[in-house]
């Protein structure tokens, strides 16, 4: 089992900035790949990023590119999404997920995700 918990969602206006967080805990955290993923209202769920365990590959949707930036801090079980230039279309609940493929497909485990509202 490994345990997601998600934090540092908001409201902000068009062209601001968020730092979203995931701590991860339970089976093998720390050598996972992390990514995230998000759903807006009556959409279905997307792939935003992807890095890989060490923090040296990463990937991302085309949507994003440019904009949001994962990393990760392994000696804090940890993986951040750095998003800037927050558009309205980038509103969402956003979720953790543990060893998402390289291909953007998710792994069997999610966070509760954490809500990210953008103004216009």
């Known amino acids: 089992q490994v345990q997601l918990v998600e934090s540092g969602g908001g409201l902000v206006p068009a062209g601001g900035s968020l730092r979203l967080s995931c701590a991860a805990s339970?089976?093998?955290?720390?050598?996972?790949?992390m990514g995230w993923f998000r759903q807006a209202p009556r959409k279905e769920r997307e792939f935003v990023a992807r890095?890989?365990?060490?923090?040296?590959?990463?990937i991302y949707a085309d949507s994003v590119k440019g904009r949001f930036t994962i990393s990760r801090d392994n000696a804090k079980n940890t993986v951040y999404l750095q998003m800037n230039n927050l558009k309205p279309e980038d509103t969402a609940v956003y979720y953790c997920?543990?060893?998402?493929?390289?291909?953007?497909?998710?792994?069997?485990?999610w966070g509760q995700g954490t809500q990210v509202t953008v103004s216009s």
């Open positions: 890095i890989s365990w060490s923090g040296l590959t990463t």
């Open positions: 339970g089976r093998t955290a720390r050598s996972n790949a």
């Open positions: 997920n543990a060893e998402p493929t390289r291909d953007g497909l998710p792994g069997d485990y």
